[in-house]
Nanobody
Framework: QVHVVESGGGLVQAGGSLRLSCAASGGTFSSYYMGWFRQAPGKEREFVAAISWAGGSTYNVDFVKGRFTISRDNAKNTMYLQMDSLKPEDTAVYYC???????????????????WGQGTQVTVSS
C-alpha cells in the first residue's frame, strides 16, 4: 500500500509559477499510475493531469494545456506538477492520487485511484 504526500503549494501572483511535488512511500512507485486533482471552494473535485506508470504517457485537461506539466521520477518515488502562467481560477487544494487497477488506463476517473494525499493549497492572487 502506497502513501502519498503533496508539497509545494503556496501563494503566488497571477502569471507566476509553482511546482508541486508528490512523494510516495510504502509501495513500488512504478507500479502506480498517478494523477493530480484539485478542488476549489464550493466546487467539486476535478481532474487536472495524470501520468502513466513509467511516465511515457500523460494526459491533461484542456484548461491547463500549455501551462501545467506533469512528470515523475520513479528513482525518487516522486511525481511533479509544474504550473506556469497561473491564473486566479487555478486557486484550489491540489491532491495527488495513485492507482494500480488492472485493465485499461482511465486517467480522469477519480474512482480508479485508491490512494490520496491530504492536499496542498495553491492560491493565485490577481
Amino acid at each position: 500500500q502506497v502513501h502519498v504526500v503533496e508539497s509545494g503549494g503556496g501563494l503566488v501572483q497571477a502569471g507566476g509559477s509553482l511546482r508541486l511535488s508528490c512523494a510516495a512511500s510504502g509501495g513500488t512507485f512504478s507500479s502506480y499510475y498517478m494523477g493530480w486533482f484539485r478542488q476549489a471552494p464550493g466546487k467539486e473535485r476535478e481532474f487536472v493531469a495524470a501520468i502513466s506508470w513509467a511516465g511515457g504517457s500523460t494526459y491533461n485537461v484542456d484548461f491547463v494545456k500549455g501551462r501545467f506539466t506533469i512528470s515523475r521520477d520513479n528513482a525518487k518515488n516522486t511525481m511533479y506538477l509544474q504550473m506556469d502562467s497561473l491564473k486566479p481560477e487555478d486557486t484550489a487544494v491540489y491532491y495527488c492520487a495513485a492507482g494500480s487497477r488492472g485493465g485499461s488506463w482511465y486517467p480522469r476517473a477519480s474512482q480508479r485511484y485508491d490512494y490520496w494525499g491530504q492536499g496542498t493549497q495553491v492560491t493565485v492572487s490577481s
